[in-house]
């Protein structure tokens, strides 16, 4: 769910009114709230995981081409050192294989 300031303010609003006119009493409408915020943060975290960029680095075969599997931090370090070092595509051994981070 996405929350606009209007509809934060409403819900909290909401939230508010039915606390006062059912008499609660001051702590259960901090708890109420506490949750609804716990609720609100959760829901934000879980909308910005699934719209941040996942990692694309794989590591391939250099002979054929094929991706074997995502690719770990240290062989993308290790791969584009090796880029450097040789101009090319930055070919490192992993498993008596020769492969690349692409």
């Known amino acids: ?27 259960a409408y901090h708890a109420m709230m506490v949750a609804y915020h716990a609720w609100q943060r959760a829901e934000d975290e879980a909308s910005l995981a699934a719209t941040e960029p996942q990692s694309e680095a794989s590591l391939q075969d250099y002979q054929t081409g094929d991706i074997i599997r995502p690719a770990t931090q240290e062989e993308l370090e290790a791969s584009i050192s090796a880029s450097q070092r040789d101009g090319g595509a930055g070919v490192i051994i992993i498993d008596g294989r020769s492969c690349f981070v692409s």
């Open 1 to 27: 769910m996405t929350f606009t300031a209007d509809s934060e303010y409403s819900t909290y609003s909401a939230l508010r009114t039915i606390c006062h006119e059912k008499n609660f009493e001051d702590d």
